[in-house]
C-alpha cells in the first residue's frame, strides 16, 4: 500500500515570497491533515479535512495560509506572503476516518521549508 | 484544552539498557494514547496506541499502559537496540473530531 505523498521535500524562498505544498493520502483516506513542526517542537494541527469539507482550521493563520483539498482527494497548503516564523516542516497525514476512536493518523514524510 | 507533556531530553543509554520515558497528560473526556516515532531522515510513524483506561499497547519490544488515575501513557522498553534511536512523541486524540495533540518529543541516542 502507498503511504502518504508529498511535495516538495526541501523549499527555501525569502520572506515575502509564496510557497506551495502539495499532498496525495493514502488511497480510500476521508480524513486529511495538515500539521507544522518546528524545530524542537510536536507537531501542531492546522487543518482537518473530511473528504473536501474543513472540520477544524481553528489554529490556521488565515491571513496568510490557506489550503483546499479538491474532489476530496489531494490537498495543497499555500503561504503567502511567508514569514521567518514559518521555518518549519509541514506534515500532511490521512486517517481513514476521523470518528473513530483510536483511528490511525498516517504521515507523510514532511516538506521542510526554510524562510530567509 | 489538551494537552501533552513528556519527558525532556535528550535521553543517551547504552544498548540493552531499560528505557523509560514519562508522558503525562490532560483531557476532557476519554482520550486515546499513542505513542509516535520518527527515525532519522523519516517521517512519523505510529508505534503503540491505547483507547480505553488499562489497556496496553505494545510493538517492537515497546509498551506503554493507559493509567487513567495517574492520566500517564509511559514508554517502556526492557532492552534497547541502536536501532531504537529516534525521536519519540506522545500524543492524544480527544475532543469530538479526535484531533492529534502532540507532546515536544524525546530524542533518544542508544551507544552500542
Known amino acids: 500500500e502507498a503511504g502518504v505523498a508529498q511535495s516538495p521535500r526541501y523549499k527555501i524562498i525569502e520572506k515575502r515570497q509564496s510557497v506551495a505544498f502539495w499532498c496525495n493520502p493514502i488511497s480510500g483516506h476521508a480524513t486529511l491533515y495538515w500539521y507544522q513542526q518546528i524545530l524542537g517542537q510536536g507537531p501542531k494541527l492546522l487543518i482537518q479535512?473530511?473528504?473536501?469539507?474543513?472540520?477544524?482550521d481553528s489554529q490556521l493563520p488565515k491571513d496568510r495560509f490557506s489550503a483546499e483539498r479538491l474532489k476530496g482527494v489531494d490537498s495543497t497548503l499555500k503561504i503567502q506572503p511567508a514569514k521567518l516564523e514559518d521555518s518549519a516542516v509541514y506534515l500532511c497525514?490521512?486517517?481513514?476516518?476521523?470518528?473513530?476512536?483510536?483511528?490511525?493518523?498516517?504521515f507523510g514524510p514532511g516538506t521542510r521549508l526554510l524562510v530567509l | 484544552g489538551n494537552s501533552v507533556t513528556q519527558m525532556e531530553g535528550p535521553v543517551t543509554l547504552s544498548e540493552e539498557a531499560f528505557l523509560t520515558i514519562n508522558c503525562t497528560y490532560t483531557?476532557?473526556?476519554?482520550?486515546?494514547l499513542f505513542w509516535y516515532v520518527q527515525y532519522p531522515g523519516e517521517g512519523l510513524q505510529l508505534l503503540l496506541k491505547?483507547?480505553?483506561?488499562?489497556d496496553k499497547g505494545s510493538n517492537k519490544g515497546f509498551e506503554a499502559t493507559y493509567r487513567k488515575e495517574t492520566t500517564s501513557f509511559h514508554l517502556e522498553k526492557g532492552s534497547v537496540q541502536v536501532s531504537d534511536s529516534a525521536v519519540y512523541f506522545c500524543a492524544l486524540a480527544g475532543g469530538s473530531n479526535y484531533k492529534l495533540t502532540f507532546g515536544k518529543g524525546t530524542l533518544l541516542t542508544v551507544n552500542p
Open positions: 479535512f473530511q473528504n473536501n469539507g474543513v472540520v477544524d
Open positions: 491505547a483507547t480505553k483506561a488499562d
Open positions: 483531557a476532557t473526556g476519554y482520550p486515546s
Open positions: 497525514a490521512s486517517s481513514l476516518d476521523r470518528l473513530a476512536r483510536g483511528e490511525t493518523q498516517y
